[in-house]
């Protein structure tokens, strides 16, 4: 028992770490906020967090989850080896006062609250 008691340690230490996100680099600052497009809410939290729903007809996607990573400006979301990647063709930008971003091909605007 006292055997595996150190590698069951390291186990959930290890699952914590990954459960954890990514806080946003200064340089991705920009993309913090609720997001809104049609069918579409996107939620990116400062602290790394990432919270998405797509509904199209009778279905919807959901995906809640800690940021793990930036290629670019595509951001990755998810917990070890389950991970979505998001495609991002225009980063944040302002347009007539308004935040707008493209993500996997719909034109989102940030909402202020």
Request: aromatic letters at 6%.
């Amino acid at each position: 028992m006292r055997r595996l008691l150190p590698s069951v340690l390291l186990c959930l230490v290890l699952l914590a770490s990954a459960c954890k996100g990514q806080p946003l680099p200064a340089d991705k600052a920009e993309f913090a906020g609720r997001w809104h497009g049609v069918g579409i809410q996107l939620e990116i939290r400062p602290e790394g967090h990432v919270s998405y729903r797509k509904s199209e007809g009778r279905s919807t996607v959901t995906i809640d989850g800690p940021l793990q990573g930036w290629q670019g400006d595509d951001f990755v979301v998810g917990v070890m080896v389950v991970k979505t990647k998001f495609h991002v063709t225009e980063p944040p930008h302002l347009v007539d006062g308004k935040w707008m971003m493209t993500v996997d091909g719909v034109e989102l605007t940030r909402v202020e609250e």
